[in-house]
């Protein structure tokens, strides 16, 4: 009994981390997409945070970490980047980022914002 | 006045002549065994990576935390870890930390008080002349301390002595600019040659090496008097002897190596019987008969020869002796250079004063796959067949690893630390030579013909990601590569750069896929890389953490039975020192490849390592001839994703880390 608990105790936290994003990563994810729209607004947030649970369905933590690699290495010059561009694995992930990605663009469009100033009139 | 009086004089003007550089390697020397520092880039001259602090250890290693960190704001792959210094060598009122960046090399002085920067240093370069002579990402492996002097090796060659008071220059020279013309000088960025490794200081002087070994420079190892940044001497890795430093005394495998031995190496390249399979012989012959390794003719090929040194150095102070690794021969496609091609791929132990060769061994002659032998050499007192041996230990890119007696070159282990290897069956302990099998030999299978399934890839099984060893467990912690690869080596007629073309020019000659070893082993994995532990008495693999990725940084053991290491996805690893479990992780911003060092500040330890690998927003602002491309042709179609990463700085960040 005892070591039943010992291994369940083992495998949740190891499950977890495999599973779900960590915060960290959420949120730079989600700044990083705001400064892509242009600012760090409440309406980039909404389009973003948005953005972001799509991803978070469509893909595991796993697929991104490894397609996030490939898409951020795989022009590197020399061997170094030939290690990411000839691996099958990470671009088949990268496939499915980018198809997330649509996913989540035409799920969320950008929450457009009134502005406070009048329009000027002539 | 008499005679005796005269060479008495002559005597204690020599004795004080020779004991300032004693005096100044023993402060040094002293002040390594101060735990609270890292003053060389290895930590100790025995390359040990290793450290007696032990207030982080494998029982509390889980609660360790991000305690500051550090944004160089350069782009691209940040290799090599800091520099920890008293205020007493550094002429300020606190003790500081001093941190590189990949090109242009910025130098950072970060007061360890009040954590601001002191001071920053930019060397100024010439990035669209140096950048594009860069043959594997503009990293720079970090700096090094001697005599109240900081030392940069700049990319462009320029080696800097710098007051780490305040960052002012107080002496700087070109590494190669000296060598003249009838040499094959003077050599500089303009013509292939560049730097990346850290400067070594040992004794009085600072050593140096030589990257552009695809660029068709016949590479060196050099040593600057720290005096004044005069050159002290200087060894090339192949050529006459007078250009390598080789005397009647300097041995291979215990016997002399004799007149010649570069020279000798370099045969002809007739291209009439070299189409196809190789006029070189089958591997069985040649690495069974000297004989058969012998040149009909030689040939110049020397003079562009590569053979560059880009690693860690140690130093043995009882032998006075200096120790590295060089670099693959010029170009990948080995058929046209049939030969030995000494002394690439080789191990060197030369006399730090004059750089005389005491030893050499070739560990992978003739080479055929780019497995470059400048992995870094670790001194320890080991136990080798019931004998206690003054050993060197060695990671091959080329998959073996190596233990020699370091006083006499003895060759006592050679055995693969990765099981995947295949390209040789074995290394003939009398004879030093590698059994190569002919189905992956990439001579035999001829030009423009793939050689498939080779192990290990041309990354090696371990690049320059330096290992660890821990006095403690007796192990070596190593980061390795688990890659196989095709290899198609380029003939001329099939568009190679040819030899009259090279020098300066990429001078390459291959083209390679990789994949995970795995594929080639039919065992259905898919990991890239392992963290090992390793016994260099017997030769065997004690336990092996697979990785998804290659493993790139450098580990770091200490007294805490803690062993760091960093991966690719950005991982901060803490594992136990004996069992290899996994204690700690830590996402950082960027895949590492760094290397990890530890000191300590007012009581408590910290532990460092620079986070960023590059990539492609670093790619595109690092380098011109991408910078012009339209977005969708250097990046393929990534969109507007771009923004992302420079939001949130792709750039290198030195991460520390501690207990809360």
């Known amino acids: 009994m005892l070591k039943a608990v010992t291994i369940l105790a083992l495998l949740v936290p190891s499950f977890a981390a495999a599973a779900g994003f960590p915060t960290v990563e ?42 996030s690699l490939q898409e951020r290495y795989n022009s590197m010059p020399g061997k170094r980047g030939g290690l990411f561009r000839d691996d099958e694995i990470s671009r088949e992930n990268l496939k499915q980022l980018q198809d997330a990605r649509k996913k989540a663009a035409s799920s969320c469009p950008q929450v457009r914002k009134v502005p406070s100033v009048p329009r000027e009139t002539e | 006045m008499s005679k005796f009086s005269f060479s008495r004089w002559i005597i204690v003007s020599l004795a004080l002549f020779m004991s300032f550089p004693t005096y100044a390697n ?17 930590g100790n001259y025995n390359n040990w990576r290793y450290s007696e602090l032990d207030q982080i250890n494998n029982n509390n ?27 007493s060598e550094t002429g300020l009122n606190s003790d500081h930390l001093y941190i590189h960046a990949s090109f242009p090399n910025d130098v950072f002085a970060i007061d360890l008080e009040t954590l601001e920067i002191t001071w920053d240093f930019v060397p100024p370069q010439d990035e669209a002349e140096t ?33 780490p008071a305040d960052g002012s220059i107080i002496w700087q020279t070109k590494n190669g600019a000296d060598i003249s013309a009838d ?80 020279l000798k190496t ?73 030969g030995d091609n000494r002394w690439s791929m080789s191990i060197f132990a030369r006399d730090i004063d004059t750089g005389v060769a005491r030893w050499v061994y070739q560990m992978t002659p003739h080479d055929e796959w780019d497995y470059d032998g400048i992995n870094e050499m670790i001194l320890a007192e080991l136990e080798v067949n019931g004998e206690s041996v003054p050993a060197l230990v060695h990671f091959d890119r080329n998959g073996f690893g190596y233990t020699m007696n370091r006083k006499t070159g003895e060759l006592l282990v050679a055995e693969k630390y990765d099981p995947a290897v295949n390209w040789a069956t074995h290394v003939d302990m009398k004879t030093g ?62 568009g190679g750069v040819t030899y009259e073309q090279a020098a300066g020019s990429w001078y390459v000659n291959a083209n390679l896929t990789m994949y995970p070893a795995g594929q080639v082993m039919g065992n259905g994995t898919t990991n890239m890389g392992n963290f090992i532990a390793w016994d260099a008495s017997a030769g065997k693999i004690v336990w092996s953490i697979p990785e998804r990725w290659s493993v790139w940084s450098g580990a770091l053991a200490t007294n805490g039975d803690v062993v760091f290491y960093g ?37 408590k330890q910290y532990v460092g390592v620079l986070s960023g690998i590059g990539g492609w927003a670093g790619a595109v602002v690092a380098i011109p001839v991408l910078r012009d491309m339209s977005g969708d042709a250097a990046l393929g179609a990534v969109g507007g994703y771009r923004a992302l990463w420079n939001s949130t700085r792709n750039s290198g960040v030195l991460m520390v880390f501690s207990l809360p």
């Open chain 2, 433 to 494: 030579y590698p059994q190569v099998v002919n189905e992956y030999s990439t001579h035999y299978n001829g030009q423009d013909v793939v050689s498939k399934d080779v192990c290990p890839a041309a990354l090696g099984t371990k690049d320059q990601q330096p290992a660890a060893y821990s006095p403690k467990t007796n192990l070596f912690y190593v980061p390795t590569n688990h890659v196989c690869m095709t290899y198609e080596p380029v003939s001329y007629d099939a």
């Open chain 2, 61 to 87: 290693a889980g609660d360790l935390v991000a305690a500051w960190t550090f944004s160089t704001g350069r782009l691209q792959g940040h290799e090599g870890g800091p520099l920890v210094l008293p205020a």
């Open chain 2, 266 to 338: 370099w045969c002809a390249f007739d291209a009439e019987v070299s189409t196809g399979k190789s006029s070189w012989g089958e591997n069985a012959l040649r690495a069974n008969s000297a004989e058969e390794r012998m040149c009909a003719e030689t040939s110049d090929q020397w003079k562009i020869g590569g053979g560059s040194v880009w690693g860690w150095w140690p130093a043995d102070f009882d032998e006075n002796l200096v120790y590295y690794g060089n670099g693959n021969p010029g170009t990948w496609n080995p058929v046209v250079r049939p």
């Open chain 2, 183 to 262: 040499l094959g000088g003077p050599y500089g960025p303009a013509n292939g040659m560049t730097n990346t490794n850290a400067p070594h200081p040992i004794k009085d002087k600072v050593l140096t090496g030589c990257s552009g070994a695809e660029f068709g420079v016949r590479c060196w190892f050099a040593a600057f008097n720290a005096s004044d940044g005069s050159l002290a001497w200087r060894a090339f890795s192949m050529g006459p002897d007078a250009d390598i430093l080789f005397d009647e005394n300097t041995t291979s495998m215990g016997e002399p190596v004799g007149a010649d031995s570069s």
């Open chain 2, 131 to 163: 950048v594009p002579k860069m043959c594997c990402d503009i990293v720079n492996r970090g700096l090094g301390y001697s005599m109240g002097q900081i030392y940069l090796q700049a990319a462009d060659t320029t080696l800097y002595a710098l007051n």
């Open chain 2, 567 to 603: 991966t690719l996805e950005g991982y901060a690893k803490a594992i136990d020192a004996s069992s290899g479990k996994l204690l700690w992780q830590f996402k950082t911003p960027s895949g590492i490849i760094g290397n990890f060092n530890t000191w300590s500040h007012k009581g």
């Open chain 1, 26 to 67: 959420t949120v730079r994810m989600v700044v990083g997409c705001m400064a892509g729209l242009g600012e760090q607004s409440e309406e980039n947030l909404l389009t973003c945070a948005c953005r972001q649970d799509v991803l978070e369905t469509e893909l595991s933590f796993e697929v991104f970490e490894e397609a």
């Open chain 2, 26 to 42: 023993d402060a040094l020397r002293e002040l390594m065994n101060d735990a609270n520092y890292w003053v060389f880039p290895g």
